[in-house]
């Protein structure tokens, strides 16, 4: 009985590593271009900064802005026809104000105003932008629908990653008992070849693990 026990949990185990092994095949390349693209979209102002310093920059001694009303009114002068979409106050001062407008023919204009002369100082087509594709990239893989489903499904399957591979972690930690730490919750440094490399893939993956399900089930939404 002992041995049939033994070898149900083994099987059970084995099984359990295969759909871990699967999982992360599958999710690896994923999780890497969203880590990648999101990592970068925290730093989008500092990106746009960089890229666009002429639109978003001015240079100016007066204290008074116009009208946003005004400002709306001098960037659809530029685009006749066209429709606002949005308005992005300055900032600080020396930076200029953003008016985010449809054109007729469907292009979203992202044109740049003086908040203090009202001077267009120029425009972006707002798709053409490096955070527009980053941004792309993280929804959708630049490949619209059939992207964001693929997406989603590799979300889906990071929680089966996570799973599986707590699962593989637990059932051997609660046979230790005391202060042995040491290979539950802190790796054993001073081991080496499988045994490190083991410890420091899954003591790091359940340290990481409430955070992955939250930024996982946050972004499914």
Do not use: C
């Not at 042995?180 to 499988?194: A, M, N």
């Amino acid at each position: 009985m002992v041995t049939v026990d033994k070898e149900n949990k083994r099987s059970l185990y084995n099984l359990v590593w295969r759909w871990h092994f699967y999982a992360g095949l599958f999710t690896a390349p994923f999780i890497i271009i969203l880590a990648i693209t999101g990592g970068l979209y925290l730093f989008q102002t500092q990106i746009d900064e960089m890229l666009y310093s002429k639109l978003l920059n001015i240079k100016t001694e007066q204290k008074e802005y116009i009208a946003s009303d005004n400002m709306v009114k001098f960037a659809l002068e530029q685009f006749p026809g066209s429709k606002p979409l949005a308005y992005i106050p300055p900032a600080k001062e020396t930076r200029s104000a953003l008016v985010r407008l449809q054109t007729p023919d469907w292009k979203q204009m992202l044109v740049a105003v003086n908040p203090y002369s009202g001077e267009v100082i120029g425009s972006i087509d707002f798709r053409d932008r490096f955070m527009w594709l980053i941004r792309t990239i993280h929804g959708t893989l630049t490949v619209g629908k059939p992207g964001k489903a693929l997406m989603e499904l590799s979300a889906s399957w990071a929680m089966v990653l996570i799973i599986t591979g707590l699962y593989m972690w637990w059932p051997k930690q609660m046979n230790r008992t005391g202060s042995k730490i040491f290979g539950v919750i802190l790796p054993r440094l001073r081991t080496k070849g499988r045994m490190f490399w083991k410890d420091i893939h899954s003591i790091t993956g359940l340290w990481i693990s409430l955070i992955m399900i939250f930024l996982i089930l946050s972004g499914l939404p």
